[in-house]
């Protein structure tokens, strides 16, 4: 009797074993990670006198067509198509701001190559609208006069936002 109990708790165990393998398989095939791109409505650009830092203005990116159950994993900001404008001096990148559709806003560094990626907004609704605007300063120096701005235009920037369904 000892030994039929002892083979038939042997089985459940082996049994239990797989049926938590098949269930985390599920379920990692059911949280998989998905991500959408989308461009800017408008182009961003910021243009400052020599030594002045300043903000550019806000943009807005539309993932209205995303779920309503779909939770960010990671965001990042496309400004790789960069373009000179003004006179003297270069903006120098420092950070970027971003407000999630909830309302979080999170500054991070400026990435490199002028491509940002966070993941601050974990967990946070990816669906809705959401906004962006760059910090920067003039490097010229103020003496090479007043009168020159410099400044750097974004054309069309891109969201990515990488997502999972809740």
Same mark, same amino acid.
């Given at each position: 009797m000892l030994k039929s109990m002892k083979k038939v708790k042997r089985i459940l165990a082996v049994a239990l074993?797989?049926?938590? $393998?098949? @269930? #985390?398989?599920?379920?990692?095939?059911? @949280? /998989? +990670?998905d991500?959408? +791109?989308? +461009?800017? %409505?408008? !182009?961003?650009?910021? @243009?400052?006198?020599? /030594?002045?830092? &300043? !903000?550019? %203005?806000?943009i807005t990116f539309n993932l209205n067509s995303l779920p309503d159950n779909a939770i960010v994993k990671e965001v990042?900001? !496309?400004? #790789? =198509? @960069?373009?000179?404008? &003004?006179g003297k001096g270069a903006i120098l990148p420092q950070n970027i701001t971003i407000t999630s559709p909830s309302g979080e806003t999170h500054t991070v560094g400026w990435g490199? &190559? %002028?491509?940002? +990626?966070? =993941? $601050?907004?974990v967990a946070e609704k990816a669906a809705g609208t959401w906004y962006v605007y760059m910090t920067g300063t003039n490097i010229a120096s103020p003496s090479s006069g007043s009168a020159f701005i410099g400044g750097t235009k974004y #054309?069309?920037?891109?969201?990515?936002?990488?997502y999972i369904l809740e």
């Open positions: 074993v797989f049926t938590m $393998l098949f @269930a #985390s398989q599920v379920t990692a095939f059911a @949280a /998989g +990670t991500s959408v +791109t989308k +461009t800017a %409505n408008k !182009d961003m650009s910021i @243009a400052l006198m020599p /030594g002045v830092t &300043g !903000d550019s %203005n806000t990042k900001i !496309d400004c #790789s =198509n @960069a373009s000179v404008i &003004g490199r &190559g %002028n491509v940002t +990626t966070t =993941n $601050l907004f #054309s069309r920037p891109k969201i990515t936002v990488n």
